[in-house]
């Protein structure tokens, strides 16, 4: 018989090669900042808190726990990080045995008898101070009892080291813990906020390729926002667009996201600005990357679909160094995805690699590296006639030919954490990014009187983008005169610039012509002799700087009640400059404009019972304000958002169903919207109000059914507007929204699902409205999984639009760019993990 030791005070310990079970590190995502102004005063509160608190026995000192339902094995890993207790027991004793759920704050005993209720063992404290574990007696045995001796045979220890396996943790579909909406360890059913995440495993039974997909039918009160040909990935939530999206918890720069390195997505709702800086109100998008394994694993997975779509992927992960200190991990993706509508494509190859360190328990660290080249189609849909969209087939496409422009990206990332003791750690991360994007697209510009004749624009050209952002976190834990805190000071620094640069934008007859949306004739409208000949006549130039510090505490009394508060300052400084002579000319026309805002975040929740969380919070924003462009090239004011909400939630069997309800009351002012005389620009439109009522739905019901279901009630309206806008909606927001999504395992191979999405009736234009019609869509899927050996071999089919029913997604800019949804569509896998 094989027999394990885990020892925390040290890197962990496994013996016996009968453990089969994987420890791997599930690194939470961290901060950098480059800010020297803030060096004398952490390294003053450094100063206070390295002390921490008095140590006391190691049997009554508290900790606070948050270890998921998951195999045995994996969970004593965890307690054993936690608490630094060694552990010893056989290795066959935790085999294909489940441990229950912890999350709360308990002594050892407390933790571990939680841990084992139900497993059939016993533990007991050892003269070294160590905890051995065995079988109980018949199965009815008291913790308290002694361990029987046995013949396990003790082998030469080999050295583990990390943190539980993220991807093991994301197997089911509710989470425990996001680290974005507090930046702490901080479990979901104790933060005063809604928080959505989509894992892994979701992502995968869905097959979604794409990180629209996977938000839009999983998470309530978010649709995706189109724009610019849905050339970028941006969304609404709660009826405002966000189209930024955060890296770890960094922001990125605008662009297309590959979710081959994703391991799970982040949807905080409502105003995020008290620790991330100027957004939506309406909620932050925040995806955490994949990091390195202790034990060697490797995948390689086919997707291949209607209408020539085909997707490979690969992912590879071990230790480099025999201790498993260091890690790499490695992410690859190649696809080319063809559409029903002719012409579209988008074909894509990504690359990931990353290495995780950590030397011993205080210290880690992690570099990152993504490469993107994409050659993709834009899609600006079909136009609108008088309030509807045109009556013409939803394959209908009006560009030339398969003009495809280019996106190259290059991403370097790091970050590192240092823990003074089990109290005090310092978080860095740092990102920085180049983006270029080679425009070769033909765009929709106006229907003629006579509803048949489409004007259309040449654009021809490049835009470049870089983005460096960083920033610095210290979190401390204190009790203070009997209360306990866990406080959080930090800041941040964010640079983007961005350009169109040498650009051609033709809508005369001589360089491209007009197509009849009916009867269109495709392959001779561009003239690129033409066009390249005359010169270039629209340059954009656009910068912005963020700056901001920020505190917050965390404070729990009687273990039941929860108290958030905290504030943020910000220093922004942004710019658009606009020239139809050169890009120059653009810089020097760029005018700075600076703001400076006090965010502030309160938040209440009390917890009952352990099942069972009652919430409210306010929060103040500052918004984004230069997310479109004037056609005066004139930066607008910065938008402010402000929020009241409150809501429950809830954990049942074992915390694997997790469900959130919330109710919420949402402003923001100073807000644009699509210019009714210059297609393609925005202008000012008021104050917009939005409440609503939202209901997510996570996890497993059984061992064998999961599931996913949600609701968004958004009562949005402009409130405070010029006429035409005034008591409208913004367009591509529905009033109901709702999505179910269930899959079951009927045998240790077998699984099937079935699920649908439920959207209501939205406007595609408000100046002159156009009604989106609601739609019903339903999908379906069946896996079945191989063993061969420790090889694991999976085939899966998805239908997705089951009854084959035609619809339309929403509206790019405004009634002349209509977008339509896939029709009946199959997509087939094989996975091949080992």
């Not at 590959?258 to 391991?263: C, K, L, R, S």
């Not at 919420?664 to 699509?674: A, G, P």
Request: net charge neutral; aromatic share 12%.
């Amino acid at each position: 018989m094989m027999h394990i030791v885990i020892n925390s005070c040290r890197p962990l310990v496994l013996r016996g090669r009968e453990s089969h079970f994987e420890e791997v590190s599930a690194i939470q995502a961290d901060r950098k900042i480059r800010t020297y102004f803030f060096s004398a005063f952490f390294i003053l509160m450094l100063c206070h808190a390295l002390p921490g608190r008095a140590d006391v026995d190691g049997n009554s000192k508290v900790f606070k726990f948050n270890i998921p339902g998951q195999t045995m094995a994996a969970s004593l890993v965890a307690f054993s990080e936690t608490t630094g207790n060694q552990l010893s027991y056989p290795a066959a004793l935790v085999k294909d045995i489940k441990s229950k759920p912890i999350s709360g704050s308990y002594t050892t005993d407390q933790a571990l008898q939680k841990l084992l209720a139900g497993s059939g063992i016993t533990y007991r404290h050892t003269d070294n101070d160590a905890i051995a574990l065995a079988a109980k007696e018949n199965g009815l045995a008291d913790s308290s009892q002694s361990v029987q001796k046995t013949d396990a045979t003790t082998l030469k220890p080999m050295t583990v080291s990390g943190k539980r396996n993220a991807e093991a943790e994301s197997q089911g579909y509710s989470v425990s813990n996001a680290f974005a909406g507090t930046k702490t360890d901080t479990p979901i059913m104790q933060t005063p906020m809604n928080i959505q995440v989509v894992p892994k495993s979701l992502m995968n039974d869905q097959q979604d390729i794409n990180i629209t997909d996977a938000i839009t039918k999983n998470v309530s009160g978010v649709q995706a926002d189109h724009g610019s040909g849905d050339i970028y990935e941006s969304f609404i939530v709660r009826g405002f667009s966000s189209g930024d999206i955060f890296r770890n918890g960094l922001l990125r720069g605008f662009g297309t996201y590959d979710p081959a390195n994703i391991e799970q997505i982040e949807v905080i709702k409502g105003p995020a600005s008290m620790l991330y800086g100027r957004s939506q109100p309406g909620g932050l998008i925040n995806y955490v990357t994949k990091k390195g394994l202790d034990t060697p694993t490797y995948s390689v997975q086919q997707q291949f679909g209607s209408y020539d779509q085909y997707r490979t992927t690969a992912d590879a992960t071990g230790p480099v160094d025999k201790d498993g200190k260091l890690r790499y991990r490695v992410n690859f993706s190649y696809q080319d995805i063809g559409s029903f509508k002719q012409f579209i494509n988008d074909e894509r190859y990504f690359i990931a690699p990353t290495l995780s360190w950590r030397p011993n328990d205080r210290f880690e660290a992690n570099l990152e590296l993504e490469h993107k080249h994409e050659r993709k189609v834009d899609d600006w849909g079909i136009p609108a006639i008088g309030n509807r969209p045109a009556p013409v087939p939803l394959n209908s496409n009006y560009q030339d030919n398969a003009r495809k422009g280019t996106l190259d990206s290059t991403l370097v990332a790091y970050d590192w954490a240092f823990k003074f003791n089990d109290d005090w750690k310092l978080k860095n991360r740092f990102l920085w990014e180049d983006w270029d994007v080679g425009y070769n697209e033909i765009k929709i510009n106006g229907l003629q009187a006579d509803n048949r004749t489409l004007d259309r624009m040449y654009w021809k050209g490049a835009g470049t983008q870089e983005t460096y952002a960083t920033n610095l976190d210290l979190i401390g834990k204190f009790n203070l005169l009997g209360v306990k805190n866990e406080v959080l000071l930090g800041g941040d620094y964010w640079h983007n610039n961005f350009g169109n640069v040498g650009v051609r934008a033709f809508t005369s007859p001589a360089v491209i012509s007009t197509i009849d949306i009916f009867n269109p004739s495709y392959n001779n409208v561009v003239n690129d002799a033409v066009a390249d000949a005359m010169p270039t006549n629209r340059h954009f130039a656009r910068k912005e700087e963020r700056f901001g510090v920020y505190f917050q505490d965390q404070i729990t009394l009687f273990d039941k009640l929860h108290i958030m508060g905290g504030g943020r300052y910000d220093w922004v400084t942004y710019g658009t400059g606009f020239s139809p002579t050169s890009f120059a000319s653009a810089k020097d026309n760029l005018t700075d404009q600076e703001d400076q805002k006090f965010s502030p975040r309160v938040g209440v929740l009390y917890q009952p019972w352990q099942w069972l969380s009652l919430f409210s919070n306010y929060t103040e924003s500052l918004g984004l304000a230069n997310q479109g462009t004037s056609f005066t090239g004139q930066a607008f004011k910065p938008e402010s958002g402000e929020q009241y909400e409150a809501g429950f939630k809830t954990e049942f069997f074992d915390q694997r169903l997790s469900s959130t309800v919330s109710f919420y009351n949402l402003t923001k002012t100073n807000t644009v919207t699509n210019d009714p005389a210059n297609p393609g620009f925005v202008v000012t439109a008021g104050k917009v109000r939005s409440r609503g009522v939202e209901v997510d739905i996570k996890g497993q019901v059984t061992e064998q059914l999961s599931l996913v279901t949600t609701y968004a009630l958004t009562d949005i309206r402009y409130v405070n507007a010029d006429a035409p806008l005034l008591g409208q909606r913004p367009i591509n927001v529905p009033e109901h929204q709702a999505s179910l999504w269930g899959t079951y395992q009927f045998t240790e191979r077998f699984k099937a699902g079935l699920g649908g999405v439920v959207v209501g009736k939205r406007l595609g234009d408000n100046y002159d409205p156009v009604e989106l019609p609601g739609y019903v869509t339903m999908d379906t899927m069946a896996a079945y999984t191989i063993p061969v050996g420790k090889t694991r071999l999976t085939t899966q089919v998805n239908i997705n639009n089951l009854l084959d029913k035609g619809y339309y997604t929403g509206a790019g800019g405004g009634r002349y760019s209509i977008n339509t949804g896939n029709p009946l569509s199959v997509m087939g896998s094989i996975r091949l993990q080992f």
